[in-house]
T-cell receptor, first 113, second 111 residues
Framework: QKEVEQDPGPLSVPEGAIVSLNCTYS??????FMWYRQYSRKGPELLMYTYSSGNKEDGRFTAQVDKSSKYISLFIRDSQPSDSATYLC?????????????FGQGTILTVHP | NAGVTQTPKFQVLKTGQSMTLQCAQDMNHNSMYWYRQDPGMGLRLIYYSASEGTTDKGEVPNGYNVSRLNKREFSLRLESAAPSQTSVYFCASSSGEGELFFGEGSRLTVL
């Protein structure tokens, strides 16, 4: 079993929809949780970062962490065609190991006009 | 500001050939990383360098070697390429606390 499981999709939604992307994990030592966005033929870029349980909001994006259930989510409100990308969840154990990340498989999202 | 630059962007090798992927960052970051990305597997850490002069194995180091040439440059070498090493390789750098900055990737095919 992978340490981090992410539904690969693909997910296709109409413009304006609310999108929910999810990851589950098995290692209870993970403390730092990130979402990276990767456009086609590009490298991933950091979208959201959270520490511990709770919600974090940034514009149309909300990241949610439930450590008791070992479950993290990313919500995208009012989705736009420009949100079409692969979304990767990532986790690390300590604050100084941000580069030593464990990634999910990535979810391919398409937002159609 | 170039960020993280990888060369080459594309490469085709025959089984048994060797090659080196080059990576350079201009953000004065201490830490650098090599990941590979395969369909259905996400990104997996091959090797990393927490600071100049140090390197450590990641999750999937077999078949690879690395060199931290200086603070800016971190290379990944395949001594005898195998078809299982067909992948997209990403170099990344970090200040050590915070965001990972990735290059655009190097697509390698081993025939």
């Amino acid at each position: 079993q992978k340490e981090v499981e992410q539904d690969p999709g693909p997910l296709s939604v109409p413009e304006g929809a609310i999108v929910s992307l999810n990851c589950t994990y098995s290692n209870s030592a993970f403390q730092y949780f990130m979402w990276y966005r990767q456009y086609s033929r590009k490298g991933p870029e950091l979208l959201m970062y959270t520490y511990s349980s709770g919600n974090k909001e940034d514009g149309r994006f909300t990241a949610q962490v439930d450590k008791s259930s070992k479950y993290i989510s990313l919500f995208i409100r009012d989705s736009q065609p420009s949100d079409s990308a692969t979304y990767l969840c990532a986790m690390s154990v300590t604050s100084t190991s941000y580069g030593k990340l464990t990634f999910g498989q990535g979810t391919i999202l398409t937002v159609h006009p | 500001n170039a960020g993280v630059t990888q060369t080459p962007k594309f490469q085709v090798l025959k089984t048994g050939q060797s090659m080196t992927l080059q990576c350079a960052q201009d953000m004065n970051h201490n830490s650098m990383y090599w990941y590979r990305q395969d369909p259905g597997m996400g990104l997996r850490l091959i090797y990393y360098s927490a600071s100049e002069g140090t390197t450590d194995k990641g999750e999937v180091p077999n078949g690879y070697n690395v060199s931290r040439l200086n603070k800016r440059e971190f290379s990944l070498r395949l001594e005898s390429a195998a078809p299982s090493q067909t992948s997209v390789y990403f170099c990344a750098s970090s200040s050590g606390e915070g965001e990972l900055f990735f290059g655009e990737g190097s697509r390698l095919t081993v025939l």
